[in-house]
């Protein structure tokens, strides 16, 4: 018997895939290389750990549903007052918070396409179309996304740096297009992988938001923290954007093993940003090593990069897992490959390179 079958659900279930998690595979000897989540290749440290376990002995008891903790250490470290802060389980969970607060049939949710494979998957949930704008030359056309706004336009979804493609905008052209926004749209500026730009061009949404009341930032523990199994994700925003996220969270959302790994992260995060600067040694060495290679590789400012395959992404993503490397394809469009250790990404680069010339 078909979900759909059912009389009790709604049609856009038909519609909705669910969401399709990165695959973890086992190749040859055993070998798994999963770079296929944009994940930390490293673990927890030993002090996140401890953290954890401390918490763990409290398993029985319901945890802060407002992290009191946790948002006094995110307002001291990222400089906001507490007021202008609102936890969620990971980003997506902040995500579906705000189209909790802002979607609803007949309404619509603009974003670049293809962008993160979540915001279709919530805003068909919310109700409210979905308004795709092509990326164009694999980066935000922020003309053609300002253009598609209208009277029904609720939120603006502005992916930086993109996933899957790793481009970033920039802070003239960003400016430009904010300037643009009527007061009615909420623009969220999701900056899940802020850790690893390195462009100074490429603006932090923190310094964005202050002058303009309908523009928030998402930003998460799951990439540059390592702590994706855990779900914290927060929203730096004006104190009525913040308010509208707290009042439609699910209580508890964020346990307190979360909360307290979070906040040991916050207190480690000078050697977690050492971790990153090193996966950011890696992306430029992984890049180079593919054009060098003959791959058409854009620029990336994540921890990810993306190579437009068309036609042969799945037979590319096919010859990686046969080398038991996991990578996420996009069926007739690219492959997206996150940096892993430099022995996972050597073994990425393999396959690459020895993968037909004429394919690429
Ligand atoms: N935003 C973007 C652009 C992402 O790529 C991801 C992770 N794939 C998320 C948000 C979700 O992160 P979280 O684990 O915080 O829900």
Redesign the pocket.
Known sequence: VSASSSAYFRDVLETIPGYQP?RKIEGPGGRSVKLS??ESPYGPLPSVLDAVSAAATQLNRYPDTWAAELTAALAERFEVPEDHLAL????????QQLLAATAEPGVQVAYAWR????YPLLADLSGAASVRVPLRAETHDLDALAESITDQTRMVLV?N????TGTAVREEALTAFLDRVPEHVLVVL????REYVRDPQVPDGRTLYPDRPNVAV??????AYGL?AL???FLIGHPHVATAVRKTMVPFAVNHVAQAAALASLAAEEELLERVAHTVKERQRVREALLADNWNVPPTE?NFVWLRLGPHTLDFAAACEAAGVAVRPFADEGVRISIGTPEENDAMLAVAHSYPRRNR
């Open positions: 990165g989540s944009n969620g389980a990971g980003s997506v969970g902040v995500l962008s993160f494979e979540a992916c740096p993109n996933n899957p999701d900056e899940a992988y998402l930003r998460t523990f799951s990439k994706a779900r914290v994700g994540a």
